[in-house]
């Protein structure tokens, strides 16, 4: 009983005390690479506050350039703004991916850390046991009875019952630490997640930053840099724009018109607007200058038929809505659907003249009878018969076509009246736009975005 009582007490040393020097080794190694691991985390964190006001700075001076008289050197100014404040926000992304890579590996460590603890803890457990299923049938009656003094009997009668102990707590802390595995694990996942999200915000800031950086050497060619050549752009877009509305106008008028039960019910939140809520966000600061929230420069209609009918567009006035963003502002699907067509009418002209209309367009059509147009773009990011979600990038606003700043020209039509075609195709027409292919309609079939928004 004496040489039993001994090697149960040594056991028992290591069930409840030397045993957790391994354990304790374990979470020693591993809180100082927690709090290494921890500090760069940190360090990412404040470059990333630092960074986010710079872009806040950077927003205030492009709101201010708005409120100003549009000349090329506001324009310039603006696509530079543009490109530092891109610059700036995909350091605060590779910033974030590189906090989140080490979030993943601290998760990492924390959960390799957690199954030696439990494979510990089912180690002992299994000790344990051996040691109760050795100790089967003998009461603590007979333990006491059986033992060549009385004070081996209570050692024995102890050693039994902190067995029984030991094997308890190490039961809780298993199931413990098996929870706290599972939430680490399940944040790891989601962690993970994350990280893919933040691979395709930098590929679309990237793509924004070539996007605005295309522009302005684009703009600096066709204008030579100078301010006459600019101002001389801009008359000639605002006399083509007329021209193209009255073009559409025309057309729009000699196609059959959609009945009514193909114009779907407008109401709130139908659409989401083309751009991220940040895009959206910047928006109040600008209010002052272009009187809305909604960076709204010109809105749909402006007509009395429009103003009574403020749904549907007559075909006098503006068949969507202009909403003013800097060059390269990443456009966004304003719902699921699948991409009708795009094109480029800058590529068309007749006679040596260049046709200035919608530029660079993507037209999505939606499962709810709406068609949903995007124009003016710098670039094109979707083709035709791509399936987008609401939100997808499609492409990056800019000021192709007869745009005279930097917007996107937002429209929506009621699909059962869309025609993908060129102008001359229909007519015959022999102006510059004669050979553009573009989205046309019906006069009904136009329909007020902020019905739908």
Same mark, same amino acid.
């Given at each position: 009983?004496?040489? +039993?009582?001994?090697?149960?007490?040594?056991?028992l040393?290591?069930?409840?005390g030397?045993?957790?020097?391994?354990?304790a080794a374990?979470a020693?190694t591993?809180s100082?690479?927690?709090?290494?691991?921890?500090?760069?985390i940190?360090?990412?964190?404040?470059?990333?506050?630092?960074l986010?006001?710079?872009?806040?700075?950077?927003q205030?001076?492009l709101?201010?350039v708005?409120?100003?008289?549009?000349?090329l050197?506001?324009a310039?100014?603006?696509i530079?703004?543009?490109k530092?404040?891109t610059?700036?926000?995909i350091?605060v992304?590779q910033?974030k991916l590189s906090?989140t890579?080490l +979030?993943?590996?601290?998760l990492g460590?924390q $959960?390799q850390?957690?199954?030696q603890?439990?494979?510990?803890?089912?180690?002992a457990i299994?000790?344990?046991l +051996?040691? $109760?299923?050795?100790?089967?049938?003998?009461s603590p009656?007979?333990?006491?009875l059986?033992?060549?003094?009385l004070?081996?009997?209570w050692?024995a009668?102890?050693?039994?019952?902190?067995v029984n102990?030991?094997?308890h707590g190490?039961?809780?802390?298993l199931?413990d630490v098996?929870?706290?595995?599972?939430?680490? *694990?399940?944040?790891?996942?989601?962690?993970?997640?994350?990280?893919?999200?933040?691979d395709?915000?930098?590929t679309?800031?990237k793509?924004?930053?070539?996007?605005?950086?295309?522009?302005k050497?684009?703009l600096?060619a066709?204008?030579k840099?100078?301010e006459?050549t600019y101002? *001389?752009?801009?008359?000639q877009?605002k006399?083509?724009?007329?021209?193209?509305e009255?073009?559409?106008?025309?057309?729009?008028?000699?196609?059959?018109?959609v009945?009514?039960?193909? $114009? #779907?019910?407008?109401?709130q939140g139908?659409?989401a607007?083309?751009?991220?809520d940040?895009v959206?966000?910047n928006?109040k600061?600008?209010s002052g200058?272009l009187g809305?929230?909604?960076?709204i420069?010109?809105y749909f209609?402006?007509?009395?038929f429009?103003?009574?009918n403020a749904?549907?567009?007559?075909g006098?006035?503006?068949?969507g809505?202009?909403? =003013?963003v #800097?060059?390269g502002? #990443?456009?966004e699907?304003?719902l699921?659907?699948t991409?009708l067509?795009? =094109?480029?009418?800058?590529?068309?002209?007749?006679?040596g003249?260049?046709c200035l209309?919608f530029g660079?367009w993507?037209m999505?059509?939606h499962?709810?009878?709406?068609?949903?147009?995007?124009?003016h773009?710098s670039?094109?990011?979707v083709?035709?018969?791509?399936a987008?979600s609401?939100?997808?990038v499609?492409?990056?606003?800019?000021?192709t076509?007869y745009?005279t700043?930097?917007?996107?020209?937002?429209?929506?039509?009621?699909?059962?009246?869309?025609? $993908?075609?060129?102008?001359?195709?229909?007519?015959?027409?022999?102006?510059?736009?004669?050979?553009?292919?573009? #989205?046309?309609?019906?006069?009904n079939g136009y329909?007020?975005p902020l019905s739908?928004?």
């Amino acid at each position: 009983m004496k040489v +039993r009582f001994f090697a149960s007490a040594l056991f028992l040393s290591c069930l409840i005390g030397l045993c957790s020097i391994g354990a304790a080794a374990f979470a020693d190694t591993s809180s100082s690479t927690q709090a290494a691991i921890q500090a760069q985390i940190n360090a990412h964190s404040q470059q990333i506050d630092s960074l986010n006001q710079e872009i806040s700075q950077y927003q205030k001076q492009l709101n201010a350039v708005t409120a100003q008289k549009q000349t090329l050197q506001s324009a310039i100014k603006t696509i530079d703004l543009t490109k530092a404040q891109t610059t700036a926000q995909i350091n605060v992304t590779q910033n974030k991916l590189s906090a989140t890579d080490l +979030r993943i590996q601290q998760l990492g460590q924390q $959960i390799q850390t957690k199954q030696q603890i439990i494979e510990m803890d089912k180690n002992a457990i299994a000790a344990s046991l +051996r040691e $109760i299923s050795a100790n089967d049938g003998v009461s603590p009656v007979i333990a006491v009875l059986s033992s060549d003094t009385l004070v081996n009997a209570w050692l024995a009668v102890d050693t039994q019952t902190m067995v029984n102990a030991a094997l308890h707590g190490h039961i809780t802390e298993l199931a413990d630490v098996k929870t706290q595995l599972a939430g680490q *694990q399940q944040e790891a996942s989601s962690t993970k997640q994350q990280l893919v999200q933040l691979d395709t915000t930098l590929t679309t800031q990237k793509g924004q930053l070539e996007a605005t950086e295309q522009s302005k050497q684009q703009l600096l060619a066709v204008t030579k840099n100078t301010e006459s050549t600019y101002q *001389q752009l801009l008359a000639q877009k605002k006399a083509q724009e007329k021209t193209m509305e009255n073009e559409l106008s025309d057309l729009a008028k000699q196609l059959k018109s959609v009945t009514a039960a193909e $114009i #779907p019910h407008s109401g709130q939140g139908i659409l989401a607007w083309p751009f991220s809520d940040s895009v959206m966000e910047n928006c109040k600061g600008k209010s002052g200058a272009l009187g809305n929230i909604f960076c709204i420069t010109q809105y749909f209609g402006n007509t009395a038929f429009a103003t009574a009918n403020a749904s549907v567009y007559n075909g006098m006035g503006h068949d969507g809505l202009d909403i =003013g963003v #800097p060059v390269g502002t #990443p456009v966004e699907a304003a719902l699921s659907g699948t991409v009708l067509a795009t =094109g480029n009418t800058d590529l068309a002209s007749n006679k040596g003249q260049q046709c200035l209309s919608f530029g660079k367009w993507v037209m999505i059509k939606h499962a709810n009878g709406l068609n949903t147009m995007y124009a003016h773009l710098s670039q094109i990011g979707v083709s035709a018969g791509q399936a987008v979600s609401t939100g997808d990038v499609i492409g990056y606003s800019g000021m192709t076509g007869y745009a005279t700043g930097p917007h996107l020209h937002f429209g929506v039509y009621a699909s059962a009246g869309v025609k $993908i075609m060129t102008l001359g195709q229909y007519r015959g027409a022999s102006t510059p736009c004669q050979n553009a292919t573009m #989205p046309v309609s019906p006069t009904n079939g136009y329909l007020n975005p902020l019905s739908y928004l």
